[in-house]
C-alpha cells in the first residue's frame, strides 16, 4: 500500500478545486495522507511547477504519488499520463511539467487510456478531478503502472535555458522568484566552482553590481542584495531582510552576467 498523496497544483485556495479533488481521493483511498507541496504556482506557469517539483517531490517516502495539476491545455490533445521514476509515482498532463524530473530520473511511463480508473462523464476543464485524483487514489492503493493505459515515451519537455561559460565569466537567467523575492537563477554551484573557482568575480543584474559571492543573507546589512548559493544548488540574489524582485526591479527571465576581474599585477 503506498499511503502518502501529495498535490501539486496552480489553483490557489480559495475556490472547491484543492478541495474537490481531495474528496475524490479519499473517497477512493480513505486513509491515504495528504500532503500540499503547493497550490500557489503561478498560473498556468508550467515551468515554476516544474521547478517545484525537482525541489520537493524525491525528497518524499518511497511509494508516494504525487498528483500534479498545473494545466493550461485540459481538455485538448496533450496526453494524461502517470509515471514511474525510483519508487515513486506522478499522475498529470503531458506537457512539460515533469522535464526537471524525467532530466535527472530513469522513468516509466503510461498514458491514461483506462477509463475504469477515471470518474465516470469526466469534464473537459477539470481533469485534475476527474482523471488525475482518482487515478493518484488508485495508484495508492496498489495498482499497478501497466494497468493505467498504453506505455508512453517521447514525453514532452521544456528545453531550459543553460548558462553561457567562457574564460570571461558565466552569462546566466533568472528562472524562478520564490515568495521572498529571491531570485533563482539557471546558474548551478558547480558551474560557479569549474568557471569562478576562488578568482574576484564581480555580477551584474539589472542596475545592481556585486563584488562577491556571500555565504548567506546576513553577510551583508539588512537592505543590501546579496549572491549566494542557495538551497537547491543554484545561484541566488537576495536582499537581506528584503525582496530582491521588488527592490531590484527584477523579473523571470532577466540577464545575469559574472564577469571574472584581472588580478592586480604586483
Known amino acids: 500500500m503506498r499511503n502518502v498523496i501529495t498535490l501539486t497544483t496552480d489553483f490557489g485556495l480559495q475556490d472547491y478545486y484543492v478541495s474537490a479533488m481531495k474528496g475524490v481521493m479519499l473517497d477512493i483511498a480513505p486513509d491515504v495522507r495528504m500532503v500540499d507541496i503547493s497550490h500557489d504556482i503561478p498560473s498556468q506557469d508550467i515551468m515554476a511547477g ?21 494545466d493550461p491545455g485540459v481538455g485538448t490533445d496533450r496526453d494524461p ?39 465516470d462523464n469526466p469534464s473537459n476543464t477539470f481533469h485534475g478531478r476527474d482523471i488525475f485524483a482518482p487515478v493518484a487514489a488508485h495508484l495508492s492503493q496498489g495498482v499497478n503502472l501497466e494497468e493505467l493505459g498504453e506505455s508512453a515515451e517521447d514525453l514532452k519537455t521544456y528545453r531550459w535555458t543553460v548558462p553561457i561559460t567562457d574564460k570571461n565569466g558565466i552569462e546566466g537567467m533568472v528562472m524562478h522568484i520564490d515568495k521572498f523575492g529571491n531570485l533563482v537563477t539557471n546558474i548551478t554551484a558547480d558551474h560557479v566552482e569549474d568557471v569562478i573557482g576562488d578568482r574576484k568575480v564581480r555580477i551584474y543584474i539589472g542596475n545592481t553590481i556585486l563584488d562577491n559571492i556571500a555565504d548567506t543573507f546576513g553577510d551583508v546589512a539588512d537592505g543590501e542584495p546579496v549572491a549566494y548559493i542557495g538551497s537547491s544548488g543554484m545561484l541566488e540574489v537576495g536582499i537581506n531582510k528584503g525582496d530582491a524582485q521588488q527592490m531590484l526591479g527584477i523579473q523571470k527571465g532577466a540577464q545575469i552576467s559574472l564577469i571574472l576581474q584581472k588580478q592586480a599585477e604586483s
Request: charged letters at 20%.
Open 81 to 119: 499520463i502517470a509515471i514511474k521514476i525510483a519508487d515513486q509515482y506522478f499522475v498529470g498532463p503531458d506537457n512539460g511539467i515533469f522535464s526537471l524530473l524525467i532530466e535527472e530520473h530513469p522513468y516509466e511511463a503510461v498514458r491514461l487510456t483506462n477509463a475504469e480508473y477515471w470518474r
Open 50 to 70: 516544474s521547478w517545484i517539483l525537482k525541489n520537493s517531490a524525491m525528497l518524499f517516502p518511497k511509494g508516494t504519488v504525487h498528483a500534479v495539476v498545473v
